[in-house]
């Protein structure tokens, strides 16, 4: 089975701070992703990654940053927190067979900025 | 600028009925489509997906999701809901060989028991 882990569930952190969310799979995949999942606007793709040290700006990527070091791990970076980064924050990694592939999501960090 | 849309927002059915969420998108171009499920607490999962071939597409738990080219539309479909479907309903669509998906606002449904 697939497993796309994140680092924190749940996260609260003050505005201004520098925040860290990590994202690990562990099916060797190539294209990784970070969605920022909101009622009612479903997923927005903020940056995704296609391979190691690669990198391209998804619908939403202000105020984001991204580093993927490593094959397994993602990491998406708010370098000033903001009040309106307050949401789920989803990591996906894709697999790819043949001619098709899928998404498989992590279970989210809720994140609150106060 | 392509988009997807989910009809309802919110639905709720009983058990035993029949289920039809709509998902419709604005591309003229060759798609790739996705439905996606999250369960309360629990992380997003495929239900079911289209690439090519048989329009009509069958998927986990009894769904299954009718491709019209034409109508620009891949509406999900059940022919009866159990409690345990109560879920948020996600449409997504890949535009060709893009990396991105779009993503449908979702759809919650509860089924009263």
């Known amino acids: 089975d697939v497993k796309v882990t994140q680092s924190s569930r749940y996260l609260v952190k003050r505005t201004g701070e520098k925040v860290f969310l990590e994202c690990v799979q562990d099916?060797?995949?190539?294209?990784m992703f970070w969605y920022r999942q909101d009622p009612g606007l479903g997923l927005r793709l903020i940056y995704f990654?296609?391979?190691?040290?690669?990198?391209e700006k998804g619908d939403i990527p202000e105020g984001y940053s991204v580093s993927r070091e490593k094959k397994e791990r993602f990491s998406l970076i708010l370098e000033s927190a903001s009040t309106n980064q307050t949401s789920m924050y989803l990591c996906?990694?894709?697999?790819?067979?043949?001619?098709?592939?899928?998404?498989?999501f992590g279970p989210g960090t809720r994140l609150t900025v106060t | 600028a392509q988009s997807v849309s989910q009809h309802n927002h919110h639905v709720i059915l009983s058990e035993a009925a029949s289920l039809e969420l709509g998902c419709n998108y604005s591309?003229?171009?060759?798609?790739?489509l996705f439905w996606y499920v999250q369960y309360p607490g629990q992380h997003l999962q495929l239900l079911l997906k289209?690439?090519?071939?048989d329009p009509l597409v069958k998927g986990i738990k009894g769904f299954e999701a009718e491709f019209i080219k034409s109508k620009f539309s891949f509406n999900l479909r059940k022919p009866s809901v159990q409690w345990s479907d109560t879920a948020e309903y996600f449409c997504?669509?890949?535009?060709?060989?893009?990396?991105?998906?779009?993503w449908g606002a979702g759809t919650k449904l509860i089924i009263k028991p």
């Open positions: 996906a990694s894709r697999r790819t067979t043949g001619d098709s592939y899928e998404q498989y």
């Open positions: 099916m060797d995949h190539e294209n």
């Open positions: 990654s296609y391979d190691v040290k690669m990198k």
């Open positions: 591309y003229g171009g060759t798609v790739n």
């Open positions: 289209y690439f090519s071939g």
């Open positions: 997504a669509v890949n535009l060709g060989s893009n990396y991105q998906l779009i």
